[in-house]
């Protein structure tokens, strides 16, 4: 088998892509195609649709890649963009309005370091502000809500 682009031989278990590619080859495509939906400000994963406002992905993508990072599967977009929906598209934890491209994050209600059996769950999720889930970090969200309030007193006081 000869890679289409460089002509090198390949092994069959090597071959990328449906016209067979070797891997550099392969890559390099990748590279050039990213780099061109980039410019021409079309989602680069489904290469079909114009990308959100100051982001490389559109809408459902971006969903599919929070899916695959969150809970482990493209699949699960649905059941997030729902709880976002149910969430009145609010932060679970401050209230504030958020969206795709607009400060929302998924965060593990408790965290995934220390429940792995629980990363793939929906029920273990929450969307929240951007800002919130990195100060909660892995806490889980009893602790990050007491933490929050030793802060205000603190301050308060
Ligand atoms: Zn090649
Ligand atoms: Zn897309």
């Not at 092994?11 to 061109?36: L, Q």
């Not at 649709?49 to 809408?59: E, S, Y």
């Not at 309005?97 to 999720?125: A, Q, R, T």
Request: charged fraction near 25%; hydrophobic fraction near 30%; include cysteine.
């Amino acid at each position: 088998m000869l890679c289409q682009t460089c002509y090198e031989e390949i092994k069959p278990e090597d071959a990328m892509a449906k016209t067979p590619h070797c891997k550099p080859c392969h890559s390099a495509a990748m590279r050039a195609r990213t780099a061109r939906l980039k410019e021409e400000g079309i989602c680069v994963t489904c290469g079909q649709v114009p990308a959100l406002d100051g982001m490389v992905r559109c809408k459902k993508c971006t969903w599919r890649s929070y899916a695959s990072k969150r809970l482990g599967s493209t699949k699960k977009w649905e059941q997030l963009r729902d709880l976002w929906l149910a969430q009145d598209k609010k932060c679970a934890l401050t209230g504030r309005p958020v969206d795709i491209g607009n400060h929302l994050s998924v965060d593990h209600i408790l965290p995934v370091s220390k429940y792995p059996e629980l990363s793939g769950d929906i029920d273990n999720i929450q969307i929240v502000h951007y800002h919130v889930n990195t100060a909660k970090w892995d806490l889980p969200h009893s602790e990050f809500v007491q933490l929050c309030r030793e802060v205000v007193e603190h301050n308060d006081s």
